[in-house]
């Protein structure tokens, strides 16, 4: 006959594990990058100079850090896969500048990196300094450029719930994720599954439009590591401008330069 103590420590003992497995899996958080322009001359809020940015990315490479593509974040978020390389880490960049053809895509060869491009098909081909749809389809056919959605226009959502009436906002909303999703798809004949919120801005209405568009996840700008802690359509990342040294580069990749928690954000309020 077992003796109940010997029954209660084995209680223990799988509890324990359990909980530990229960930590591991939500306790992983990964640094998800955002860029916008590269340019070597004109410094902006939202520039970065070509050569700070390969600096960057050989810092990454130095130490131990795997840049891993999107879509295998996305999947371990999602809790559909378990692993992850050691020092995983995401780059993307924003809105379709030429400065993704121009300077970064020489970058992402150089080192072999994934990107993920969040585009707007409203300035593709159009904009000024706007990457064309060949030059998209090119760094698509490298295999290191995945593309994902930006919104149409890349539209202010808080002014624009402002100034229009509930049926025009509605309206807008639904061509901004709805089109934007559609024109990608039949351009570059891909699924669009992730979104990125311009200026970072998300509510739940727009949460809920997102899924109901069928976005499976959408990002922000709340510098913080992405984690299975948030919910899918409010996964967080750190805007990188020139601005920013290195040490304050290495602070955001190890995780410590997180802001306070955004608990909007959080998959459990």
Known sequence: MHHPGHFLSKLFILFFISCKIAVASTSVSVPILVYHVLNPSIPSSMTITPERFETQVK?????GYT???????VSYLQGKNDS???????????????????????IARKYNIPITLFLYPGTISEGKHALTWDQVKELMKTGLFDVQAHTYTHPNFKQEKKHLSD???????HRELVDSKKVLENKLNIKIDFLAWPFGIYDSYLEQQAAKAGYIMAFTIDYRNASRIYRPMAEPRYMI?????????????KGKAQGSVDKRALAIN
Not at 59 to 63: A, G
């Open 167 to 173: 049926v025009a906002y509605e309206k807008t909303v």
């Open 67 to 73: 840049v891993i593509p999107l879509k295998q974040l």
């Open 84 to 106: 992850l390389p050691a020092k995983p880490i995401v780059i993307t960049a924003d809105d379709g500048w030429e400065s993704d053809y121009t300077y970064m895509y020489p």
């Open 241 to 253: 401008v020139d601005s920013e040294n290195m040490a304050t580069f290495a602070s955001i990749v």
């Open 59 to 63: 810092w990454l490479k130095d130490n």
